[in-house]
């Protein structure tokens, strides 16, 4: 009885989708909108069950496989130190360019999921450190162009995806000489125009891209613009809205950290480390098994450090980077510039101590790897 009236519910649902893309028909965008929040709300389980409920209702779609490979990679990027979702992302992205070849002939379909899942194709290659692959898979969103700014101001999500691209192509031509040669090909961009049309998506609540937009603003202003106060803004909405997740929470802290406000971001990210202790007896923890991964708690730490040791409060900085270590220590993958990034501000606590032999010997493992940027390996200030 119940496949029949799931069957019955699915045709009815075709048929309302020959006029409006299924992306926007009512029951299909409550279930996919609740999806992405129980996700970013560290929910994964849940979130693959109502996942499992799209495709029990509409069968195999594009937008749905979509989703799920956005979920793996939000996994990675929570958790970076494990490669068990790896597969399983790289998986997902193949199936919706399989399905996108084949029953894609709505344009939300075929330009903002054919554009968005070449993008995450892109994020994929970037998150695991292959910055010049990832520019050279992006030249397959070109062809995507056109179609994604014919139809942008009917469907907002496609805002989203040429805002991040005016706003990555500028940055990365301004910032990164060695990959001009292949910019060069790539219709130009631009920083503003990008910036101004994901802060639309992020403030438009009916849209898919709301939290991506806010996220990838809180990043480029945090990490790539340099403008803090203005990460602190998104990001804080974003962490408030999200509590349970760390990532959010912990960019919110860091933003605070480097607008000066070293107490409160000491208070944004104190409550995720105390619930990490009680939740990860035994390290390390992954996102695999929980909410409260080690490596998420590593970072926590190092700014925790940071901020005791901008306040000259020594000793709990030294505490809190020690604690830093004894996490470090029980990871077997870290990405590698995030790790000489966290010994470098040790080192420079070491340093300001008088400990100048420890400060230099952190300084030295950092040099000794060929994973580590350049200018992570410059001389302590």
Known sequence: ???????????????????????????????????????????????????????????????????????????????????????????????????????????????FIGF?????????????????????????????????????DAYPEMQFELGLYEYYIDYFSQ??????????????????????????????SLNYTQYEAAYFLGYIYLYQAKRPAQ????????????????????MWAEALYQTGRYQEAREAIRPWIEA??????????????????????VQSYGLLGMSFREEKRYAEAQAAFARMDSLLKTLRLFPAPTWARLMREAAILEKQRGDTRAAEARLRAIRERDDVPAYLKAPLP
Not at 23 to 34: G, K, V
Not at 83 to 98: I, K, V
Not at 231 to 250: D, H, I, K, M
Request: proline share 6%; net charge positive; glycine share 4%.
């Open 1 to 111: 009885m119940g496949s029949l009236r799931y069957g019955t519910k699915a045709l009815l649902c075709a048929v309302v989708s020959a006029q409006t893309p299924l992306p926007y028909q009512s029951s299909y965008r409550e279930h996919a909108l609740e999806a992405l929040r129980t996700f970013y709300a560290m929910n994964f389980p849940r979130a693959e069950q109502l996942l499992s409920k799209l495709d029990s209702l509409f069968g195999l779609y594009v937008g749905t496989s979509y989703l799920r490979a956005l979920a793996y990679s939000w996994r990675i990027e929570l958790d970076p130190s494990t490669t068990w979702f790896d597969s399983f992302w790289e998986r997902e992205l193949q199936r919706t360019d399989s399905l996108l070849r084949c029953c894609a002939s709505h344009p939300l379909e075929k330009y």
């Open 116 to 152: 968005a899942n070449k993008a995450l194709e892109v994020r994929r290659l970037y998150v695991r450190g292959q910055l010049i692959p990832s520019v050279w898979k992006a030249r397959e969103l070109i062809g995507l162009l056109d179609g994604i700014r014919r139809y942008a």
């Open 175 to 204: 910032n990164y000489p060695i990959m001009r040669p292949i910019l060069y090909f790539f219709p130009k961009g631009n920083e503003r125009s990008g910036l101004l049309r994901l802060e639309r998506c992020a403030r438009d």
């Open 231 to 250: 990460a602190v803004y998104w990001l804080s909405q974003l962490s408030e809205r999200f509590p349970a997740n760390p990532l959010f929470r912990r």
């Open 276 to 297: 990490y202790e009680r939740a990860c007896s035994r390290p390390p923890c992954y996102l695999i098994t929980g909410s409260y991964p080690t490596s998420e708690a």
